[in-house]
C-alpha cells in the first residue's frame, strides 16, 4: 500500500520502520531536513521535506493517489489539518494523533467532519496500560484479546521458583487451570515453545488465560499478591494525568511529584482529589520525604528517560511492590531489564501497534482479518486475534490435522462468548476469534496465513 | 567496515555476471567460434569458483552505511572489470591482459576507447560482448542487482549503492522502494533501446549491427563493430542514432515523470533546458564552421555537425566522419562538450550538466558576495535550494576531477606523443567517451599507447564512470580499518 507519513518524530520513525518492514511504500513528509535524512539514510523510504499540512506539499507527495495518511506531527490542530486535507484531495482512510485531552474527549462528535478514520492518543493508551498494570501488579504486561475476555500476562519465574525446571506438559498439574505458555523469553532469545519445553529461572513467560481466572492464576503461581491502593506518580506529564484519572475513579490514592510550581497549580486545579507535591522527583530526600517508602506502586513518567530509570533504580532499592517506568528510548530495553526494570510502557510503541493492526485490517477487507494485535518481548513476537469467517480453511478441521506455519501457536479460541484454551482436538469455527502467537517478522494479515498450505479438497470435505 | 556483507555483495553480483555472460556465449556457439567458446568457459569457471568462495561469507549484521556502499561499488566495479577481460584473454582474441584489461573497463565504463586496431576481425559472440558490458555499465551493473534482488527489507541500505553508483550530485529515489526505482530505471532504459533496435531494422540495418549499436548508443558507450564507427551506415540509421545518444544523455527520471504524466514538471527541468540549448548551440556553431567543407550539401554537415556533438556531449564516442580533420574552432568546441559530458542521472559521463549549473550559479553568488558582502543567497534549481553541502561536494569533485586529468596528462606525456593527444586521450577516458583527437581520434586507437598509460587511462575511466569518489576511497586507509569505539 501507498502510505504518507506527516511528521518524523519519535512515533513517526517507528511507525515508518514498522510499516516500511512490513512492504509498504511509504512517503515520511516533515519539516526538518535533518530528521529526514535520517530516514532515508536508515529506512527504505522517500522523504519530502514541508509543511504536511500544506495542499502544495500533499499534492507533491501525492496524497489523494495513497491508501493512508498518518498524521503524528507534535501539534493536534496540525494533525487535524493534514486529515481534512488528505481527505479533500481524495485519501480514503486518514489517522491523526490527537493528544490533548480537550480535544480528545469530544472527537466522537467531529471525527466525520474532519474526515478521521482513527485517531490515536499514545498517552491515554500508555496511561490506560499502566491503569490495567496497577490492577493486577504480579504481571509484568498484559494484552487484552476478545473484548477483555482473554489476555496473554508476563510473568516471570523465579529461580527454585515452582515453575523452575517445570515442563510444560506438566502445567496443568501444578497450576490446576487451564492456561498456556505462548512465549517464553530466555536472555536474549525468544521460544515460541511446545509441550516438552523445560522452563528455567529467571525466564520471562507469556501466558494465555481467560480474564476470570487470572486472580487463580496468580494465587496458584504463588506470585506476591498486594493489591494496590496508593500510588506515587513522578512527573506531572499528559500520561500522568489521563492515569490519574483511571486510579482516582477506581478509589487508588494518587501522589503527584512534580518540580515545576507552575505545573504544580495546574495539576491541582486537574486533579482536585489527588495530594500534588511540588518536590524534585530525582532528589532521594525529597522522594523519602514525599513517602516513597510506605507506596504500593510507583509510576515514573518525567520526560526524561534516564531520571525515569534512576528513580525506578531506586524505587526498587527501597522494595517498592510494584515499579512501573515510561522510556522513549526502547532500543535499550534489553539492557535495563537485567538491572531489574522489567515493567517498561512506552507510549510510541503502544501507538505503533495500534495503527499496525488498522493497516493491516484495511488490507482485508472480506476475509478472516486481524481484530487485535499486541506485540511483546521488544515487539520480537505478536499476539494476533482474527475472525474465523466462512472463507477460512479447514474449518471443523481438528487442530493437530492441520498443518500450521513453524514458530506459531493458537493460544485461544473464542466461541459465542466462551473462551476455549485449545487442545489438538480442538477446532476453529466460523464465528469463532481466534488468538495467534507468532514472531513478528511475518505479518499476516488474514487468519488463512497461519496455515502452511491451502487445503486439499478431501480436507475440506 | 561491514567485511563479510561486502564480500556477500559481491557473491552476489559474480553470480549476476555469470547469467549475463551466457548471451555472448551462446553466441560464439552458434558461430562455431571455438576460441571464443573456450574463453568464455574458462572465465565461467573463475566466477564459479569465486563465487562460491564469497558465499562462505556470512555476515553477522546486515546493516550497511555510506562507506560500505562507496567501497562495494568501487570494489565492485574493478573486480568487474578483470572478470570481464577474462575472455579476451582466454580466447587469444587480444593477448595481452593490459590490453584485455583496458578494452573491459572501457566497455563497462562506456567509454568506448579501444586498443583494437582490426574490429571487423573479432570473433561475434566477443563482439557481442563487448558492447554488451557498455549497456550493463550505462544503467549501472549494481542498479540491475538493487532491481533483480531484493534487500534486507525495509532497510536503507541499498540507497547507498545508488547513491554511490548513479551519476550526478544528487541522487534521489523516483518511488519509496529502491528496488522498485532500479526496476522502473532498467524499464525504461530496455524500452528505448528495443526502440532504437526497431527503428534501426526499419532503416535496413543487419539484426546483429542494430543490436550491439542500440547497446552502445544506450549505454553511450560507442563501440562499433566497424572499423569507421559509423560512417558507412544511411543518413537515416546516422539521424536515429544521434536522436538516441542524445536521449539516452537526458535524466531518466524526466522520462519517469513523462511517464506518469507530469509533463509540466519534467520540462521544466532546468539541467535539461541547459543540456538541450548547450546541444542545439554547439551543433549551430559548428555546422556554420564546416560548411565550407561540404560545399552545395547544408544537409550533410547539419548531420554531421548534430552527430558528433550529440555523440561527444553524451560521451558516447560514436562518429560519422573524421572530425580530427575538422577546422580548429570546431575541434575546440568538441573538447569542451567532452568536459561537461550528459545530464545528472542519465547513463552518460562527464562532469555533468547538474554539476556544471550548480558550480556556474555558486560562481555568480561568490562574486556577487564580493559586490555585496551581506548578501543572504542561496543556489537554487528547478525552484529548490540546493544544499551547501552538494555546492561544496561539486565543489570538491572538480577539484579532484582537475588534480587526477593533469596526473594522467603528465604520466601520458612520457609516451612522447603530441600534447594534443595527451590531453584528449586523458579526457576522452576520463570523461567515458572513447575517442579523442590526433593519435586517438575517432579513425584512430589507443593500441600504441604504452602499459602504464593504459593502465592510468584504465585507472581514468573508473574513476570517471564512478564520480571519482568510489574509487578514490579505495585508497583511504582509514575505509579498510576496523572501526575504533
Known amino acids: 500500500m501507498k502510505i504518507v507519513v506527516i511528521g518524523d518524530g519519535k512515533v513517526g520513525y517507528t511507525l515508518t520502520e514498522a510499516l516500511s518492514k512490513e512492504g509498504h511504500d511509504i512517503l515520511v513528509i516533515d519539516n526538518q531536513k535533518d530528521v529526514l535524512e535520517r530516514s532515508e539514510e536508515l529506512l527504505d523510504v522517500m522523504v519530502l521535506n514541508g509543511n504536511g499540512a500544506s495542499v502544495d506539499v500533499q499534492r507533491q507527495a501525492d496524497v489523494g493517489a495513497s491508501d493512508l495518511m498518518i498524521a503524528v506531527t507534535s501539534a493536534d490542530e496540525l494533525n487535524l489539518i493534514c486529515c481534512m486535507v488528505a481527505r479533500k484531495l481524495g485519501c480514503r482512510h486518514t489517522i491523526a494523533r490527537i493528544r490533548n485531552p480537550e480535544y480528545a474527549q469530544h472527537l466522537s462528535l467531529l471525527r466525520e467532519e474532519l474526515g478521521l478514520s482513527m485517531t490515536v492518543n499514545p498517552e491515554s493508551s500508555a496511561a490506560w496500560e499502566i491503569f490495567r498494570l496497577l490492577q493486577y501488579p504480579s504481571f509484568l504486561k498484559r494484552d487484552a484479546f476478545a473484548k477483555g475476555r482473554v489476555e496473554i500476562v508476563e510473568i516471570p519465574v523465579a529461580q527454585d521458583g515452582r515453575f523452575d525446571g517445570?515442563?510444560?506438559?506438566?502445567?496443568?498439574?501444578?497450576?490446576?487451570?487451564r492456561v498456556l505458555v505462548c512465549a517464553v523469553e530466555r536472555g536474549d532469545e525468544v521460544f515460541i515453545p511446545d509441550g516438552s519445553f523445560v522452563l528455567r529461572g529467571g525466564d520471562k513467560i507469556y501466558v494465555t488465560a481467560p480474564t476470570q481466572d487470572l486472580v487463580a492464576l496468580i494465587k496458584s503461581t504463588s506470585l506476591d499478591q498486594v493489591k494496590i491502593r496508593s500510588v506515587m506518580i513522578v512527573g506531572g506529564s499528559r500520561i500522568s494525568v489521563y492515569l490519574a484519572d483511571?486510579?482516582?475513579?477506581?478509589?487508588?490514592?494518587?501522589k503527584l511529584i512534580d518540580n515545576d510550581i507552575e505545573k504544580c497549580t495546574e495539576l491541582c486545579q486537574r486533579l482536585p482529589r489527588a495530594s500534588v507535591i511540588h518536590a524534585d522527583g530525582a532528589s532521594i530526600s525529597e522522594l523519602n520525604q514525599a513517602g516513597i517508602t510506605e507506596t504500593d506502586a510507583v509510576v515514573t513518567l518525567t520526560n526524561i528517560d534516564e531520571e525515569n530509570l534512576l528513580i525506578s533504580m531506586y524505587a526498587n532499592h527501597m522494595h517498592v511492590p510494584k515499579v512501573v517506568t515510561k522510556v522513549n528510548r526502547t532500543e535499550y530495553n534489553e539492557i535495563f531489564r537485567d538491572k531489574g526494570i522489567d515493567c517498561v510502557v512506552s507510549p510510541k510503541l503502544i501507538t505503533c501497534t495500534d495503527i499496525l493492526r488498522y493497516v493491516r485490517a484495511m488490507q482485508n477487507r472480506q476475509g478472516a482479518g486481524v481484530i487485535t494485535l499486541h506485540r511483546m518481548v521488544d515487539s520480537k513476537v505478536e499476539a494476533l486475534e482474527f475472525r474465523a469467517a466462512a472463507s477460512t480453511w479447514y474449518l471443523g478441521v481438528p487442530l493437530m490435522s492441520i498443518p500450521l506455519k513453524k514458530n506459531l501457536l493458537i493460544a485461544c479460541i473464542t466461541r459465542n462468548g466462551k473462551v476455549l484454551i485449545p487442545r489438538g482436538s480442538d477446532c476453529i469455527t466460523a464465528g469463532d476469534s481466534v488468538v495467534v502467537v507468532t514472531t513478528s517478522d511475518r505479518s499476516f494479515r488474514d487468519l488463512n496465513d497461519i496455515f502452511d498450505e491451502a487445503p486439499h479438497f478431501d480436507a475440506q470435505v | 567496515m561491514n567485511?563479510?556483507?561486502?564480500?556477500?555483495?559481491?557473491?552476489?553480483?559474480?553470480?549476476?555476471?555469470?547469467?549475463?555472460?551466457?548471451?555472448?556465449?551462446?553466441?560464439?556457439v552458434f558461430q562455431g567460434e571455438s576460441r571464443a567458446v573456450y574463453g568464455f568457459a574458462i572465465t565461467l569457471g573463475v566466477i564459479a569458483v569465486l563465487s562460491v568462495l564469497c558465499l562462505f561469507a556470512k555476515p553477522k549484521r546486515n546493516t550497511m552505511y555510506a562507506r560500505e556502499g562507496y567501497a562495494v561499488v568501487g570494489v565492485a566495479w574493478i573486480l568487474l572489470s578483470i572478470l570481464g577481460a577474462l575472455p579476451f584473454y582466454?580466447?587469444?582474441?587480444?593477448?595481452?591482459?593490459?590490453d584485455c584489461l583496458f578494452e573491459t573497463a572501457s566497455g563497462f565504463t562506456t567509454t568506448g576507447a579501444s586498443i583494437l586496431t582490426d574490429v571487423e576481425a573479432m570473433p561475434m559472440g566477443l563482439l557481442f560482448w563487448r558492447s554488451f558490458t557498455h549497456w550493463l555499465g550505462g544503467m549501472g551493473v549494481l542498479v540491475f542487482m538493487l532491481a533483480i534482488t531484493p534487500m534486507a527489507a525495509g532497510s536503507g541500505e541499498s540507497l547507498h549503492i545508488m547513491r554511490a553508483e548513479s551519476p550526478g550530485p544528487q541522487v534521489s529515489k523516483l518511488v519509496p522502494r529502491t528496488l522498485k526505482t532500479a526496476q522502473i530505471l532498467y524499464t525504461i532504459y530496455i524500452g528505448m533501446t528495443v526502440l532504437q533496435i526497431i527503428l534501426m531494422l526499419l532503416g535496413g540495418m543487419p539484426v546483429f549491427d542494430s543490436v550491439i549499436t542500440a547497446f552502445g548508443t544506450a549505454g553511450t558507450g560507442g563501440f562499433g563493430i566497424k572499423a569507421d564507427s559509423m560512417a558507412g551506415y544511411s543518413p537515416y540509421l546516422q539521424w536515429v542514432?544521434?536522436?538516441f545518444m542524445a536521449l539516452f544523455g537526458v535524466n531518466f527520471a524526466v522520462y519517469y515523470l513523462l511517464l506518469i504524466k507530469e509533463v509540466k514538471k519534467a520540462l521544466f527541468n532546468e539541467e535539461l533546458r541547459f543540456y538541450l540549448g548547450l546541444m542545439l548551440l554547439s551543433a549551430t556553431v559548428i555546422f556554420?564552421?564546416?560548411?565550407?567543407?561540404?560545399?552545395?550539401?547544408?544537409?550533410?554537415?547539419?548531420?554531421?555537425?548534430?552527430?558528433?556533438?550529440s555523440s561527444i556531449m553524451t560521451t558516447t564516442g560514436f562518429a560519422t566522419t573524421d572530425f580530427n580533420a575538422w577546422p580548429e574552432a570546431s575541434r575546440a568546441i568538441l573538447v569542451m562538450l567532452m568536459l561537461v559530458g550528459a545530464s545528472a542521472g542519465s547513463t552518460g559521463g562527464?562532469?555533468?550538466?547538474?554539476?556544471?549549473?550548480?558550480?556556474?550559479?555558486?560562481?555568480?553568488?561568490?562574486?556577487?558576495?564580493?559586490?555585496?558582502?551581506?548578501?543572504?543567497?542561496?543556489?537554487?534549481?528547478?525552484?529548490?535550494?540546493?544544499?551547501?553541502?552538494?555546492?561544496?561536494?561539486?565543489?570538491?569533485?572538480l577539484v579532484a576531477y582537475c588534480a587526477i586529468a593533469i596526473g594522467s596528462i603528465l604520466i601520458v606525456s612520457?609516451?612522447?606523443?603530441?600534447f594534443e593527444t595527451n590531453l584528449t586521450s586523458v579526457f576522452a577516458c576520463l570523461n567515458n567517451i572513447g575517442p579523442g583527437l590526433g593519435l586517438v581520434g575517432p579513425m584512430g586507437s589507443y593500441a600504441g599507447l604504452s602499459n602504464l598509460s593504459k593502465l592510468v587511462l584504465t585507472l581514468d575511466m573508473l574513476i570517471g564512470r564512478l564520480e571519482i569518489f568510489p574509487i578514490l576511497i579505495l585508497c583511504v586507509p582509514s575505509v579498510w580499518k576496523r572501526a575504533r569505539a
Open chain 2, 350 to 397: 562527464g562532469i555533468k550538466c547538474a554539476r556544471i549549473l550548480i558550480l556556474l550559479k555558486s560562481l555568480r553568488l561568490q562574486i556577487r558576495k564580493m559586490l555585496h558582502p551581506n548578501v543572504v543567497h542561496l543556489v537554487r534549481m528547478d525552484g529548490e535550494t540546493v544544499e551547501p553541502e552538494t555546492v561544496n561536494n561539486a565543489l570538491a569533485f
Open chain 2, 241 to 243: 542514432v544521434a536522436i
Open chain 2, 3 to 28: 567485511y563479510r556483507m561486502i564480500i556477500r555483495l559481491l557473491g552476489t553480483i559474480l553470480r549476476i555476471v555469470a547469467v549475463l555472460m551466457l548471451p555472448a556465449l551462446l553466441i560464439s
Open chain 2, 414 to 418: 612520457f609516451d612522447g606523443f603530441s
Open chain 1, 246 to 254: 483511571m486510579l482516582l475513579e477506581a478509589g487508588i490514592k494518587v
Open chain 2, 288 to 309: 556554420l564552421n564546416i560548411m565550407p567543407m561540404f560545399p552545395g550539401n547544408a544537409g550533410d554537415a547539419i548531420r554531421h555537425a548534430f552527430f558528433q556533438i
Open chain 1, 166 to 177: 517445570l515442563q510444560l506438559t506438566d502445567l496443568y498439574k501444578t497450576v490446576k487451570i
Open chain 2, 90 to 98: 582466454f580466447s587469444g582474441a587480444i593477448p595481452s591482459f593490459i
